[in-house]
């Protein structure tokens, strides 16, 4: 026989023998749940950001520092799948949090992945323009970028969504 009933933890108030219903904080029913299903995301979201902001800075160093295209395309496809495949991870957690839907992981890829990148793009025309240049944001971008400003864009944002669909990258 069972001390309680297994239906007992969809009850949303007290339960009658006074313990919590799996939770290993001692805390009331329930509180346990809304601290851990916030936590699936918490980890992949700050490792995201980090690689978000290491791929940006990349982005800045080879546009504006060493004003160059070579390795563009790469590194904003690399920020993308980077990006997507270690939010994937609250997708698929391995410990006992609720997982983030596929979806809410592919936008929230693409938006931090966008972002990233036209964040190098602000960040390299700020440089251009504090090296004595006169031209606007957009103005710039397509003179001395040209097809390479929406390439950046459409490969990163693409593989933001494969890797956040594919992933999650195992330890």
Not at 9 to 25: C, E, F, K
Not at 81 to 100: D, I, K, S, W
Not at 156 to 169: E, L, R
């Amino acid at each position: 026989m069972l001390e309680r009933p297994p239906s007992e933890r969809y009850a949303g108030g007290s339960s009658s023998t006074g313990s919590s219903t799996g939770s290993s904080t001692g805390g009331p029913p329930g509180a346990a749940d809304a601290e851990l299903s916030h936590s699936a995301l918490t980890t992949p979201l700050l490792r995201a950001l980090v690689l978000a902001a290491t791929g940006s800075a990349l982005l800045v160093l080879i546009g504006s520092v060493l004003a160059s295209t070579v390795g563009l395309l790469f590194i904003s496809g690399g920020l993308g799948a980077g990006v997507g495949l270690v939010l994937a991870r609250a997708a698929v957690p391995t410990n006992e949090v609720r997982p983030v839907a596929r979806r809410t992981i592919t936008w929230l890829a693409l938006l931090l992945t966008l972002a990233a990148i036209v964040a190098a793009f602000v960040a390299t025309w700020l440089f251009a323009r504090s090296q004595g240049g006169v031209l606007g944001l957009f103005d710039y971008l397509w003179t001395t970028f040209g097809p390479f400003v929406p390439g950046q864009l459409l490969i990163g944002s693409a593989a933001a969504a494969w890797a956040a669909n594919a992933g999650p990258v195992q330890r």
